[in-house]
């Protein structure tokens, strides 16, 4: 009776352990499991999105449109729990005038009547997405992104004459110079700063909007071989309207999370 009264309590012993150790197990895999839960919604790290930035025209009459338009399009990757890196293509087309003051004596004179000049502007980004609600992981809420910009401007001038006036009233001497067709490019970069809110919709739908702020300082003008005074206009009409493109916009766009 004794022996098998020990071997009832050495099963009971053992029966007790392998609870044990299988609820130990069992404790150690969740932990383990929500400790290496990787970033994202739902897992999916990757988001793409096509973003729009709008703002009224502050430039005045030296461009055509009254609202400056940026087609953007943003490719985010997450790198933790409440941080994204960010990489951003950057289009923003627009038109400039022609008018040129240089006295009464100089005339800029095209083939055709053209009034607007049409420019485009590119621009590469790399910035960090900070969420900022705790209660909430990225992609999912309030972020800040701080970028930095490399932008290049070109406006395509088409050929034209120059015509200047000298001499006195009474015998006036007027001397022609012609130009062929040229590209003007105008580089640049600086920082630029996001506060905005992204949601999800059907686990798949990114919606992203807010406001942004950046300042451009154009460090290079690749000049061509027109006119002096002219060309330095135009760069200077290029380099305000990229500046002005850049200084404060509102931001919407939607894009999806592929994985």
């Known amino acids: 009776m004794s022996i098998n009264h020990n071997n009832s309590i050495f099963v009971f012993i053992d029966s007790w352990l392998m609870k044990k150790s299988f609820l130990f197990f069992i404790f150690c895999y969740f932990s383990f499991a929500l400790n290496a839960q990787v970033p994202g919604y739902l897992g999916k790290r990757f988001s793409l999105s096509y973003q729009n930035f709008f703002f009224a025209s502050i430039t005045g ?21 409440r941080s994204a890196l960010c990489f951003t293509f950057m289009y923003v087309p627009f038109k400039v005038s022609t008018y040129y003051n240089a006295g009464n004596y100089t005339q800029i004179i095209f083939s055709e009547d053209v009034p607007y000049l049409k420019c485009n502007s590119f621009s590469y980004t790399l910035g960090l997405k900070l969420f900022i609600n705790r209660k909430k992981f990225a992609p999912l809420g309030l972020y800040f992104k701080w970028e930095l910009e490399y932008s290049k401007g070109s406006i395509k001038i088409p050929a034209y004459t120059k015509k200047l006036s000298n001499g006195s009233y009474w015998n006036p001497v007027v001397t022609s110079t012609q130009y062929p067709e040229q590209t003007i490019i105008v580089d640049g970069g600086g920082p630029a700063i996001s506060f905005g809110k992204q949601r ?15 300042i451009i300082v154009v460090w290079n003008s690749k000049k061509s071989y027109a006119d002096r005074g002219f060309e330095n206009t135009m760069i200077d009409k290029v380099q305000n309207n990229v500046l002005a493109q850049q200084f404060f916009n509102f931001k919407i766009g939607i894009g999806f999370l592929p994985f």
């Open 61 to 81: 009459t030296e461009t055509k449109s009254k609202i400056n338009i940026s087609h953007n399009a943003e490719l985010n990757f997450l790198t933790g729990k």
């Open 200 to 214: 999800v919709f059907f686990d798949k739908l990114l919606v992203d909007y807010g406001i942004r702020a950046g």
